[in-house]
């Protein structure tokens, strides 16, 4: 057998050692020899293997010989290693060094090898028990070193073959039990190792749900506490981690499963649906999570399911569900935000979704618009579904609606006075849209007289709707709702800071969520300046009509701060001045991702083109080129397979709040 070791490393001494403290050292080995039940045999050859060494290297010819050929063998190249043939009557006690010098990985596959056959030595024998011993220990030995490496699962996988292995050979249950154990307690690490890879990895990221759902099951449930090896804020922080890693589907697949024995999962089951039909304009995932919720029996819900209410077109549920849920400090930070209790109910919803919602999903980007969810025709086509016939609006005075029965559904916001939503039909007429009156007037006959009046006080319009056949209030409150959001400085929404009552992204095992938000100071948007070609781009950005020079040196900024994270760095410029909460948070998990794994990354972006497809007062939409590469570098800097190398085509969504222009969404451009 060929030991992959140098005479040096076995006896345990360096090149420059002189011959006092050689042969100090060969008889601090030989007294010290393991006591872990090795053989009387196996600890003479391992004494035969240390004497022979030193006498090679306390003969100074021998000695100066065998450097020379050492000092040849490392200058041919690092495919060949110094090794030691090593009789077959002294390889236990050769693996045995191996082991005490620390290549326990080594020693565990030699023995592994020594132990199939044709090599198997014969049942019973002494050869065999310090075979399998040598085995288990190193198994043991080098699991701990691929641990500290953060190679969890090639651990897992060392740990499980020296399992299997000595269960095949029936001995050493101590051993086995001490393996077991080790892998119990690696699969948290496992779990973050296999569900951190790309996407693509499909077998790994199901090996990693499979672990994940045995951890929770062990536990007794997300509130359960039986696994003595992990307390309770140990794994909601665990937890918290894993979920930045996991799909929205992934968690609603997950949680709906846990939901049985677990109100924690029922409630994050309901949360990743909201998620997800958002996101994806499905309002029927909407419905399943308000029934979710309603099916609990929880306190504290009606402010939560009032957002559901308004999501699925039911206003008059969502309003009633607020007033009746929302305590007194919520309803004073309501009441901040505008005197429309729909633009209320609007304001608290978006932020909602803001913060307890759409964030905590490896791949969901969402912005939470609701002016660009009501305008979907997956979402009105749902509200106008299942409108109740009872709510049904009474039909108008022809004079003042012409419905036009047959068409597509209604659009979120008018595109201009004359065309799409409305129609101008006395075109000496001009709409003013900023008009104060007119915005009072509608305040005042939504709050008065419901949805359908606000139109009737415009007596010098005649207002075409592109509604289907069915009419009703709860349709037109809507598609009114939408029309609110859409009218510049109707009403300034924002989103308040965190209150005590937030939605945790953590696990919160028994209480159910509260919901009262924090009242704030209202936010002063700062006065606009006028973007003048010439100007040098500036941050933050606070221009009313920024250029794309503007818009691209925004991104710019952001992607070099995005870069300095990432590679272990601060940012020189304030992240929040730069992107919204939502992409902070994602940065913030992907950055925790690499911490957990001793990596960094060096990252280079540079946008090819840009240009602006779309533009409002508080939205820029535009479709970016860009030539990205990216490389992962390990604790000691070093780098990590080959760097990506790629040409890239993303839409990035702006979106301007408090007077600033952040970053709020970005993907892969169609």
């Not at 070791?5 to 006092?20: A, E, K, S, W, Y």
């Not at 391992?46 to 000695?63: F, Q, T």
């Not at 039986?226 to 937890?239: N, R, V």
Request: hydrophobic letters at 40%.
């Amino acid at each position: 057998m060929e030991l992959p070791i140098d005479h040096f490393r076995l006896l345990g001494v360096n090149p420059t050692t002189d011959l006092q403290s050689l042969l100090r050292t060969l008889q601090q080995r030989i007294d010290r020899a393991p006591d872990q039940g090795f053989t009387q045999e196996t600890l003479l050859a391992r004494e035969e293997l240390l004497r022979a060494s030193a006498d090679l290297l306390s003969d100074s010819s021998r000695r100066q010989a065998y450097e020379s050929d050492l000092t040849a063998l490392a200058g041919s190249g690092p495919t060949l290693m110094p090794a030691l043939d090593v009789p077959t009557s002294k390889e236990v006690g050769g693996l045995l060094l191996l082991l005490e010098a620390g290549q326990a990985f080594e020693s565990f596959e030699l023995a592994c090898r020594a132990l199939q056959p044709p090599q198997t030595p014969a049942l019973g024998s002494t050869r065999e028990a310090d075979l399998a011993l040598l085995a288990g220990l190193a198994c043991l030995a080098a699991a701990v070193d691929l641990h500290q490496q953060r190679r969890y699962e090639a651990s897992a996988q060392t740990l499980q073959q020296g399992q299997h292995l000595l269960q095949r050979m029936g001995q050493l249950p101590a051993i086995r039990q001490q393996l077991s154990d080790e892998l119990d307690g690696l699969r948290p690490y496992r779990v973050l190792d296999l569900l951190s890879r790309n996407l693509t990895a499909q077998t790994e990221r199901a090996e990693g749900l499979t672990l994940l759902e045995e951890l929770v099951a062990r536990r007794g449930g997300l509130e359960g506490f039986g696994d003595p090896s992990m307390g309770a804020e140990e794994f909601q922080a665990f937890f918290k981690q894993i979920r930045a890693f996991l799909t929205v589907q992934e968690q609603v697949d997950l949680f709906s499963r846990w939901a049985e024995a677990s109100a924690a999962a029922d409630f994050l089951a309901s949360t990743a649906l909201t998620a997800s039909g958002f996101a994806q304009r499905k309002p029927e995932r909407i419905a399943a999570a308000r029934e979710r919720l309603e099916a609990s029996g929880q306190d504290g819900l009606q402010p939560l399911l009032a957002c559901l209410h308004l999501l699925l077109g039911q206003v008059d549920k969502a309003r009633s569900a607020f007033e009746q849920g929302a305590t007194p400090e919520l309803k004073r930070w309501a009441e901040q935000q505008s005197s429309d209790s729909l633009a209320q109910l609007c304001a608290y919803c978006r932020d909602w979704l803001a913060r307890d919602v759409l964030p905590g999903y490896r791949d969901l980007e969402a912005d939470p618009d609701l002016e660009a969810y009501f305008a979907d025709r997956d979402v009105q086509a749902y509200v106008e579904q299942h409108d109740s016939p009872s709510e049904r609006l009474p039909a108008p005075a022809e004079n003042a609606f012409a419905w036009n029965t047959g068409s597509a559904p209604v659009s979120a916001a008018p595109a201009s006075p004359s065309g799409g939503f409305l129609e101008q039909e006395d075109e000496d007429e001009q709409w003013d849209w900023d008009g104060t009156d007119w915005l009072e007037n509608l305040r005042e006959a939504w709050d008065s007289h419901g949805p359908a009046s606000w139109m009737e006080r415009m007596p010098q319009w005649q207002w075409h709707w592109q509604w289907p056949s069915r009419r009703t209030t709860t349709g037109v409150a809507v598609a009114a709702g939408v029309a609110l959001l859409a009218i510049a400085s109707f009403v300034r929404l924002r989103s308040p800071a965190p209150g005590p009552g937030r939605t945790p992204i953590a696990v919160q095992p028994v209480a159910p969520p509260a919901v009262p938000i924090k009242p704030t100071a209202p936010v002063k948007a700062t006065p606009a300046v006028k973007a003048t070609p010439a100007a040098e781009p500036s941050l933050p950005l606070r221009e009313e009509a920024p250029s794309e020079v503007q818009v691209q040196a925004l991104l710019e900024a952001w992607l070099d701060a995005k870069a300095a994270i990432l590679a272990g760095k601060d940012s020189r410029i304030p992240l929040e001045v730069l992107a919204r909460p939502s992409q902070l948070d994602r940065l913030a998990s992907e950055r925790d991702a690499d911490q957990a794994r001793g990596e960094t990354q060096t990252i280079s972006t540079d946008i090819t083109n840009l240009v602006i497809n779309e533009r409002d007062t508080n939205r820029i939409a535009a479709t970016v080129g860009l030539s990205y590469t990216d490389q992962r570098l390990n604790a000691k800097g070093d780098p990590q397979g080959e760097p990506s190398k790629m040409e890239l085509r993303n839409l990035y969504v702006f979106g301007r709040d408090g007077g600033i222009w952040r970053l709020v969404s970005f993907q892969k451009a169609p």
